[in-house]
């Protein structure tokens, strides 16, 4: 019971709970980034369009919350191939200028979108009852949604990494990552890789906008915008493409971003990006990226 | 040239008849306000509250007209709000200017209508010294320092509490509430043992780093100021999900962490939620009723007033007041002025009244607790401050004892 331990585990579990879900939404937009070199602005908007499928099917259709986190996961996976096959797909070889302006373009179109159907109010769902309220460690107590973020964000975690190290399309996806050119000389298809790995992405960034609900206070149309930047910098500082790396980088800054507010509270927002600043003057690249 | 000038002094003498002559006029207003962004929903509620007064009164104003021009304020912050006026008053000629959500659009309009000389009734903004900034300004909204005040003696004398930690988002008005607070509570004997600045008014913050700490130091309180708007419920949500209420910690504070619209979407977590305010919508009296059935009627059942709308409503009532008095002329401030110091009206929260010396409201503050009742989250009133003024003014500790312009 000593204050110490209290507040050491406490700035741990909220911060892994935070890490977990930068990472689950940050780790499509390194992909798109690192693999297919393209700056996607508007990853957010697929996570934030992942938060309203989610509630729309929880309190609208009375669907169950994991559930609804699963069909959130593929439609939005889905509804990301057109955008995929028919608009990015013509700005791979463009200037970054010409991503960023049509990305943006695509988040304000979101924005509006959401806000004319579901208004401008932050929508929010009743947790089932096995999430609700909160375990009683001894030393401290946590709320029991937190934990089920951590163990259901170690086990995309390890999804992931079994996927991209042990299987096939893996192993082709960091081949078409380091080189391109020559994964497609030895016969990937890299057209098709970009378009599941982008819907994988996409998918991977809903169901962090579905996760998310519970702890970022609701979905509302502003996510898209809001929470770019902090998903960009877990991006940044863990090196583009480097699926590692952003796992990392989740974990050092959503632990440090809890830590802050936790202990500096008036300056503690500002504690993640002197530590994004530290981490670019030392590693441009990002913590594990290549030159 | 003696013609021409003969010829000019009778048109200028047949304005001054026609002015005199009381034609029917259309009075040009300037509404300024979030209409788009985080704080849509606030701006809504408040232009609502505004229309409804203008549709339920149409008569009121004989042959004259009103025609609102809408300006959107975008966030919270200065410039957008203060370029919108700016532009109200130099192209539209706007002949007052309203609305004003947040404290530092109402701050920085304040210097610009010292210029034109532009009234401007302020139907929100509650940052306690912002009518010392310009006296072209009324405000019938509220004081942070009425709310304030009144709860942290309440949590003093009545909810006991020894010790209270004080959170609040990091803005003017916020640490003017905390102030507030420190001030009633500490006066009954309590002791702030912590201030936690929890993030900006643009953006809702995941309250939970702020909330740990809060608990960590073990107070009996917890006081918190948020912006109306959705900081609220994620306010009572993550109050909720750290079972803070279970460690002995009681959530108090103004009524803006318990706004009407944002109240059935908190669900159980807000049951017991103790806080002072100037008005909610199930206040009993019958011009509340009534202001609520006719809500309800125009913007569906759905779709409740809160203290935003009904700063929009009471504002629009002053702008009435103020354009009576001109009567077919223009609307100076000097009219306005005269005809608001003074004003009363029996708005939907009870009596209010604009005191002549300050140029602010001055209105009753509600205690109240939410409760369960059938499925719907209520709040009752558990106790009534009668003609509250605000304290700070009247104690001149400050800004609030000087003259700001």
Not at chain 1, 251 to 267: N, Q, R, S, T, V
Not at chain 2, 304 to 318: H, K, R, S
């Amino acid at each position: 019971m000593s204050p110490f331990l209290n507040e050491i585990s406490t700035v741990l579990v909220f911060g892994l709970a935070y890490a977990m879900l930068l990472f689950i939404i940050s780790v499509g937009l390194s992909i798109t980034m690192g693999l297919m070199g393209f700056a996607n602005l508007a990853h957010g908007s697929f996570a934030m369009m992942g938060g309203y499928v989610t509630v729309t099917l929880v309190t609208q259709s009375g669907v169950p919350f994991a559930a609804a986190l699963l069909i959130s996961f593929v439609a939005i996976a889905l509804l990301s191939i057109p955008f995929e096959r028919f608009l990015y797909r013509h700005l791979y070889r463009r200037s970054e200028l010409d991503q960023v302006l049509l990305t943006i373009g695509l988040v304000f179109a979101s924005i509006a979108g959401v806000t004319f159907i579901w208004g401008p109010d932050p929508q929010l769902i009743q947790m089932p009852n096995y999430l609700k309220g909160s375990v009683d460690l001894g030393f401290n107590t946590f709320p029991k949604y937190r934990i089920f973020m951590i163990i259901a964000g170690a086990m995309i975690v390890a999804g992931l990494f079994y996927g991209l190290e042990r299987t096939k399309i893996g192993a082709q996806i960091r081949a078409a990552v380091d080189n391109r050119t020559m994964a497609e000389s030895v016969g990937i298809n890299t057209d098709r890789l970009f378009t599941w790995t982008f819907a994988l992405g996409s998918g991977m960034a809903a169901l962090g906008g579905g996760l998310g609900i519970q702890i970022l206070g609701g979905i509302k149309p502003v996510f898209a915008f809001e929470y770019l930047v902090i998903f960009l910098i877990v991006v940044a500082v863990g090196g583009m493409g480097n699926i590692r790396g952003t796992f990392f980088a989740a974990l050092i800054l959503g632990i440090i971003d809890f830590a802050g507010k936790f202990y500096f509270p008036e300056g503690g927002a500002f504690v993640i990006f002197a530590v994004t600043i530290l981490v670019l003057l030392i590693r441009p690249q990002g913590l594990l990226g290549k030159n | 040239m003696k013609k021409f000038v003969a010829m000019s002094l009778v048109a200028v003498a047949f304005t001054i008849i026609t002015v005199k002559a009381t034609e029917a006029r259309e009075y040009k207003i300037g509404f300024i306000g979030p209409m788009s962004g985080g704080a849509a929903q606030l701006g809504q509620q408040m232009k609502r509250g505004a229309k409804l007064y203008m549709k339920l009164h149409k008569d009121q104003l004989g042959k004259h007209t009103i025609k609102m021009i809408v300006r959107d304020s975008k966030r919270p912050g200065g410039p957008i709000a203060k370029a919108a006026a700016q532009e109200l008053i130099t192209r539209e000629k706007v002949e007052l200017i309203t609305g004003l959500i947040f404290s530092p659009n109402a701050m920085s309009v304040a210097p610009l209508v010292n210029k034109s000389k532009t009234p401007v009734v302020i139907m929100n903004a509650g940052t306690t010294f912002i009518p010392n900034m310009s006296p072209h300004m009324v405000r019938v909204s509220f004081t942070m320092w009425q709310a304030g005040v009144i709860i942290g003696e309440h949590a003093a004398s009545n909810l006991n509490c020894k010790t209270a930690v004080a959170g609040y988002t990091n803005y003017p008005p916020g640490k003017d509430s905390i102030n507030a607070f420190r001030h009633g509570f500490e006066g009954k004997g309590g002791k702030v043992v912590d201030e936690i600045p929890m993030g900006g008014p643009g953006k809702v913050p995941d309250f939970t780093p702020f909330f740990q700490r809060a608990k960590s130091k073990k107070p009996n309180c917890l006081y918190v100021f948020v912006p109306a708007g959705n900081h609220a419920a994620a306010v009572a949500k993550t109050y909720q999900a750290l079972a803070m209420r279970k460690a002995g910690i009681r959530l108090i504070g103004p009524g803006d962490i318990t706004q009407d619209t944002q109240l059935q979407g908190m669900g159980s977590a807000a049951v017991g939620l103790v806080t002072a305010h100037h008005y909610h919508m199930f206040l009993k009296s019958a011009e509340n009723q009534a202001f609520v059935k006719a809500w309800k009627a125009e913007y569906g059942a759905n779709n409740p007033p809160d203290f935003v709308g009904v700063g929009g409503y009471d504002g629009m009532a002053a702008v009435y007041a103020a354009i009576r008095a001109a009567n077919g002329s223009k609307l100076t401030s000097a009219i306005a002025m005269k005809a608001l110091k003074g004003w009363k009206f029996e708005s939907p929260r009870g009596p209010i009244m604009i005191d002549p010396e300050t140029r602010d409201i001055i209105q009753n503050i509600y205690i109240s607790i939410v409760r369960k009742k059938g499925g719907m989250l209520v709040q009752e009133t558990q106790k009534t401050f009668k003609a509250v003024k605000d304290k700070c003014k009247e104690l001149k500790l400050g800004k609030c004892g000087k003259k700001l312009y």
